[in-house]
């Protein structure tokens, strides 16, 4: 089957849902390919608060600082290494490509600052204004074809296919506060652009 984008009948159709369930919807989009290449099936649960699912987060984040729910993180990262021995995330002439693996325990320096910087991200997010136009309660656009599906929490996923991913590079730090992030429930709030999937079902029902 073809990857598609929405059609006009079937964005209509999505809206006629969203509109008569005010309260949120179960969807489950299959074959979505990201601009990575990787296909997956998702299962979401639209019409979540934000602000709860920030409360929540906090609220797990003061569990992981005080060590209640995670003693250690391991953290894997690539990073360009120079002849000294120091590292960066920046490529140049004389860099070496490396893995980087690094044990954190909980009452570390390094994980305690992470938590802090994660916390104020949650706290004092950036704003970033984009020209959405609502819908219906978690249904945006942008345009006349495209609708995005916002305020909803990854319930499932399940990987079909890898992406091809470039090489990339962090510094451990940074990805030690990615990885505690990626813990919290915030992580899996997303939005969704309904494009390239195989198909789309909501409550249950599949949208042709």
Known sequence: MDKKVISIEQKQKVLDTFNANASGCFIQITGYENANGEVSTYQLQSGVNYGNIINMSVEQLKD???????????????????????????????????????????????FQTACDEVMESLINPKKVETPYEKEAKGLYSIDEETLYIRQCLVVNKVVEKDGVYPQSATLPLNALREKIKGLLKVSKYRTFKLEQFDSIAINGTLIQ
């Open 64 to 110: 992981i600082k005080a060590g209640n729910e995670v003693k250690e993180i391991e953290v894997k990262c690539g990073v360009w290494k120079n002849a000294d021995g120091t590292i960066t995330n920046r490529k140049a002439t004389g860099r070496t490509y490396k893995t980087l693996t690094t044990l954190y325990k909980w009452d570390s320096a390094e």
